[in-house]
């Protein structure tokens, strides 16, 4: 079966049902010129001299066929004006008479037809055509909808047709301009129509489970209807109610009228062959029409919303933008009926036909959305739970942003000086796996300063922004430090800040000095090689960091070669570090303390003569300490006397090869030998500081005695 839409003509505004096939649908029909004709699609209209179908008309006089008839008005034109100047002819339409009918004139405008294929959709939940649309068909067998756009209108913005799957396992989403559901076509915004055009059904699953649902074989257009009160039509036909009962009787008028005219025809209106009867709808005329949230206009956009949490939770903003509709700060109209706001706890206060609606939060079941700063937040508004008084459908997603506040920085300080560390305080750890040292804030924010507050100048936690320096080498120069909010925890920004690493001009206050021995005694510190030198540590008062000799710093040391004297400990900065300290120590010098390992003993090699003295080969030793020669009986003397020996064997012949000297290595030489020449002789003895030195000294035993000290140096006989 095909349903098609009619000028109205005759009585305007008659209401039919029609028996339909299990796979058709009720129909909502909502212009104010409609006429719903019923057309069987496998007999078509009978043309002219042919016999009649028995369809629910009867045309004598036209050269062509009622289903082949376009509404011939102009965007404007009442009803009123459709039936004073466009009736024509003595055509019957459904109990119109012959003075009152005139014929349909099918128009010669250029129209392009949008094809709406169902897909899935089983049923028709709403349709509703305006004025772009010119005509429409409905074909219940493959379920394919026509509507018919003249080609003055560019831009189609009247359609609401909307399909169902019975069963509830899909949701229809829309109409799109492609077989896969891509393009999606949003008549709101208007959909432009420049030659045929295809929609398709889009639909998706609901994740219900399938309910058996059964579409009656006998399910009526009762939805359609037409308000006779905005019609301008003359009083006889305006006052008269129409029902039911009314209806039958004027179409038996109207068929008793045909039968005078054509008996075989009204005969086959009558009773129509192999045909189901026709039933007649519910005519009554509704108070209010349903309303559709799809074409919901608010008073105002929804203000943004500021960002908020709860001990570092976001807090949800859905519940405030709610309120807003709650105590009317915004109100929603749709095709200017103001809607009722009820909350659907109170929906068992509704006890009239109206229009409510009520607000629901995404966020009770989706953690990702209402919650953070940005433009990707919604509400939903839904038709309140009262569906025996609620004429409002569908629903509509109405989007909010939410804000967060920007990051101040305030008294950083743009320049440090140098300390060996970098401009950041490092934990060493990276909990967050980004390959980058974490950031101990709190920290980093003593060592430059620095106040990170928000847009209120509220101080802001550490854990809702951070800190970072990708060029933080601790070495003089500049790093670039980047404060950075967590949006995700409500704050936005970003501020870069130039640091300054400086030399550092060290004063007495900036530095900790001491000597590196915590055992010295300053009283007493004994020379070395002359002098006393006893090592220092020189630490950064701030920080603790100790500074490296020789390349942070020099150690100046003053009066400190004589014993007895105070000497003075000065430092002298260099490198990253600059300016002199003196007298930051101060000791005593004590005399050298002569060692084994501090002295350096030899004995010079001696010539061979046949005529030398008893004791010719005898060497003085010779001591030196600290690059200075040691002096007998002034700084040492000895308390074993030099003793020689040889070295190695020693075998001596005359000039016939006789033995005249042998001698065994480590054997003593006697003052009066002759030693030959190329004896290698051993000499030993042992030193302890004079008495009368004023600069050296030695190890004392347990008796305060020094310890001697004792050499063997070898020379050789040339």
Same mark, same amino acid.
């Given at each position: 079966?095909?349903?098609? /839409?009619?000028?109205?003509?005759?009585?305007?505004?008659?209401?039919?049902?029609?028996?339909?096939?299990?796979?058709?649908?009720?129909?909502?029909?909502?212009?104010?010129?409609?006429?719903?004709?019923?057309?069987?699609?496998?007999?078509?209209?009978?043309?002219?001299?042919?016999?009649?179908?028995?369809?629910?008309?009867?045309?004598? @006089?036209?050269?062509?066929?009622?289903?082949?008839?376009?509404?011939?008005?102009?965007?404007?034109?009442?009803?009123?004006?459709?039936?004073? @100047?466009?009736?024509?002819?003595?055509?019957?339409?459904?109990? !119109?008479?012959?003075?009152?009918?005139?014929?349909?004139?099918?128009?010669?405008?250029?129209?392009?037809?949008?094809?709406?294929?169902?897909?899935?959709?089983?049923?028709?939940?709403?349709?509703?055509?305006?004025?772009?649309?010119?005509?429409?068909?409905?074909?219940?067998?493959?379920?394919?909808?026509?509507?018919?756009?003249?080609?003055?209108? #560019?831009?189609?913005?009247?359609?609401?047709?909307?399909?169902?799957?019975?069963?509830?396992?899909?949701?229809?989403?829309?109409?799109?301009?492609?077989?896969?559901?891509?393009?999606?076509?949003?008549?709101?915004?208007?959909?432009?129509?420049?030659?045929?055009?295809?929609?398709?059904?889009?639909?998706?699953?609901?994740?219900? =489970?399938?309910?058996?649902?059964?579409?009656?074989?006998?399910?009526?257009?009762?939805?359609?209807?037409?308000?006779?009160?905005?019609?301008?039509?003359?009083?006889?036909?305006?006052?008269?109610?129409?029902?039911?009962?009314?209806?039958?009787?004027?179409?038996?008028?109207?068929?008793?009228?045909?039968?005078?005219?054509?008996?075989?025809?009204?005969?086959?209106?009558?009773?129509?062959?192999?045909?189901?009867?026709?039933?007649?709808?519910?005519?009554?005329?509704?108070?209010?029409?349903?309303?559709?949230?799809?074409?919901?206009?608010?008073?105002?956009?929804?203000?943004?919303?500021?960002?908020?949490?709860?001990?570092?939770?976001?807090?949800?903003?859905?519940?405030?933008?709610?309120?807003?509709?709650?105590?009317?700060?915004?109100?929603?109209?749709? @095709?200017?009926?103001?809607?009722?706001?009820?909350?659907?706890?109170?929906?068992?206060?509704?006890?009239?036909?109206?229009?409510?609606? $009520?607000?629901?939060?995404?966020?009770?079941?989706?953690?990702?959305?209402?919650?953070?700063?940005?433009?990707?937040?919604?509400?939903?508004?839904?038709?309140?739970?009262?569906?025996?008084?609620?004429?409002?459908?569908?629903?509509?997603?109405?989007?909010?942003?939410?804000?967060?506040?920007?990051?101040?920085?305030?008294?950083?300080?743009?320049?440090?000086?140098?300390?060996?560390?970098?401009?950041?305080?490092?934990?060493?750890?990276?909990?967050?796996?980004?390959?980058?040292?974490?950031?101990?804030?709190?920290?980093?924010?003593?060592?430059?300063?620095?106040?990170?507050?928000?847009?209120?100048?509220?101080?802001?936690?550490?854990?809702?922004?951070?800190?970072?320096?990708?060029?933080?080498?601790?070495?003089?120069?500049?790093?670039?430090?980047?404060?950075?909010?967590?949006?995700?925890?409500?704050?936005?920004? /970003?501020?870069?800040?130039?640091?300054?690493?400086?030399?550092?001009?060290?004063?007495?206050?900036?530095?900790?000095?001491?000597?590196?021995?915590?055992?010295?005694?300053?009283?007493?510190?004994?020379?070395?090689?002359?002098?006393?030198?006893?090592?220092?540590?020189?630490?950064?008062?701030?920080?603790?960091?100790?500074?490296?000799? @020789?390349?942070?710093?020099?150690?100046?040391?003053?009066?400190?070669? =004589?014993?007895?004297?105070?000497?003075?400990?000065?430092?002298?900065?260099?490198?990253?570090?600059? !300016?002199?300290?003196?007298?930051?120590?101060?000791?005593?010098?004590?005399?050298?303390?002569?060692? #084994?390992?501090?002295?350096?003993?030899? =004995?010079?090699?001696?010539?061979?003569?046949?005529?030398?003295?008893?004791?010719?080969? #005898?060497?003085?030793?010779?001591? $030196?300490?600290?690059?200075?020669?040691? #002096?007998?009986?002034?700084?040492?003397?000895?308390?074993?006397?030099?003793?020689?020996?040889?070295?190695?064997?020693?075998?001596?012949?005359?000039?016939?090869?006789?033995?005249?000297?042998?001698?065994?290595?480590?054997?003593?030489?006697?003052?009066?030998?002759?030693?030959?020449?190329?004896?290698?002789?051993?000499?030993?003895?042992?030193?302890?500081?004079?008495?009368?030195?004023?600069?050296? $000294?030695?190890?004392?035993?347990?008796?305060?005695?020094?310890?001697?000290?004792?050499?063997?140096?070898?020379?050789?006989?040339?």
């Amino acid at each position: 079966m095909r349903i098609k /839409r009619l000028m109205a003509v005759g009585i305007a505004g008659i209401l039919m049902a029609a028996s339909i096939s299990t796979d058709s649908v009720p129909v909502y029909a909502t212009a104010e010129e409609d006429v719903i004709e019923f057309v069987d699609s496998d007999e078509p209209v009978a043309e002219e001299g042919e016999e009649d179908s028995g369809e629910m008309y009867l045309e004598e @006089d036209s050269d062509e066929g009622l289903d082949e008839l376009e509404e011939d008005s102009e965007e404007g034109d009442s009803a009123k004006d459709l039936y004073d @100047d466009e009736i024509e002819s003595d055509d019957l339409l459904l109990g !119109g008479n012959a003075e009152e009918v005139e014929e349909l004139e099918e128009i010669d405008d250029i129209y392009y037809a949008m094809n709406f294929y169902p897909g899935e959709g089983k049923v028709i939940s709403n349709l509703a055509f305006g004025k772009d649309i010119s005509d429409w068909e409905y074909d219940a067998e493959s379920g394919v909808m026509t509507a018919y756009v003249p080609a003055t209108v #560019k831009v189609v913005q009247s359609v609401r047709y909307s399909l169902i799957v019975p069963d509830g396992s899909k949701e229809f989403t829309g109409w799109y301009l492609d077989e896969g559901h891509k393009e999606k076509a949003d008549f709101s915004q208007g959909v432009t129509v420049e030659s045929d055009l295809d929609l398709y059904a889009g639909f998706r699953n609901t994740g219900e =489970a399938p309910e058996e649902f059964i579409v009656s074989d006998s399910v009526s257009i009762d939805e359609a209807a037409i308000d006779k009160a905005a019609m301008d039509w003359p009083e006889e036909l305006v006052s008269a109610e129409i029902t039911p009962e009314s209806l039958a009787a004027d179409v038996a008028e109207a068929v008793a009228d045909v039968a005078t005219e054509a008996p075989e025809a009204a005969a086959d209106i009558a009773e129509p062959a192999d045909e189901e009867p026709i039933a007649m709808a519910d005519a009554a005329v509704p108070e209010k029409e349903h309303l559709y949230l799809e074409d919901a206009k608010l008073s105002r956009q929804i203000p943004a919303q500021i960002y908020s949490e709860n001990g570092g939770v976001p807090k949800p903003a859905g519940s405030d933008v709610i309120d807003l509709f709650r105590q009317g700060d915004i109100t929603v109209t749709v @095709d200017g009926n103001k809607l009722v706001f009820v909350d659907d706890g109170n929906a068992s206060s509704i006890n009239m036909e109206g229009y409510y609606f $009520t607000v629901e939060d995404p966020a009770e079941s989706d953690a990702k959305v209402n919650r953070y700063v940005g433009s990707n937040n919604y509400v939903t508004l839904v038709p309140t739970e009262a569906p025996k008084y609620n004429l409002v459908e569908g629903k509509i997603d109405v989007p909010f942003e939410i804000r967060g506040t920007e990051l101040s920085v305030k008294n950083v300080n743009s320049t440090l000086y140098y300390d060996g560390a970098p401009v950041l305080v490092y934990t060493g750890g990276d909990n967050n796996g980004d390959g980058y040292p974490d950031v101990d804030t709190n920290a980093t924010l003593s060592r430059i300063g620095g106040v990170i507050t928000d847009s209120n100048n509220e101080v802001l936690s550490s854990d809702r922004y951070t800190i970072t320096a990708a060029n933080d080498s601790a070495n003089i120069g500049t790093v670039l430090v980047v404060f950075e909010g967590k949006a995700d925890r409500g704050v936005t920004g /970003r501020i870069t800040q130039n640091i300054k690493i400086v030399r550092r001009e060290i004063a007495a206050a900036d530095v900790t000095v001491s000597f590196a021995d915590k055992n010295l005694n300053a009283s007493s510190v004994p020379m070395v090689n002359g002098q006393a030198t006893p090592a220092v540590t020189v630490r950064l008062s701030s920080s603790g960091n100790e500074l490296v000799k @020789d390349r942070d710093y020099s150690v100046i040391y003053s009066d400190n070669n =004589a014993a007895g004297k105070t000497a003075a400990v000065g430092i002298k900065f260099a490198g990253n570090y600059t !300016g002199t300290l003196s007298k930051v120590l101060t000791f005593t010098v004590a005399k050298d303390i002569l060692s #084994k390992d501090s002295i350096v003993a030899s =004995a010079p090699d001696k010539g061979y003569s046949i005529f030398a003295r008893s004791g010719y080969f #005898k060497s003085i030793p010779v001591l $030196t300490y600290g690059g200075k020669t040691l #002096k007998l009986n002034t700084d040492y003397v000895y308390v074993e006397q030099p003793t020689y020996y040889y070295a190695n064997d020693v075998v001596k012949k005359n000039i016939f090869g006789r033995v005249t000297l042998s001698r065994k290595a480590g054997q003593k030489i006697p003052d009066n030998e002759s030693v030959p020449s190329g004896a290698v002789i051993n000499c030993k003895f042992s030193v302890v500081p004079s008495s009368a030195s004023q600069a050296y $000294t030695a190890n004392k035993d347990k008796s305060g005695k020094y310890i001697p000290i004792s050499f063997t140096v070898t020379y050789k006989m040339r």
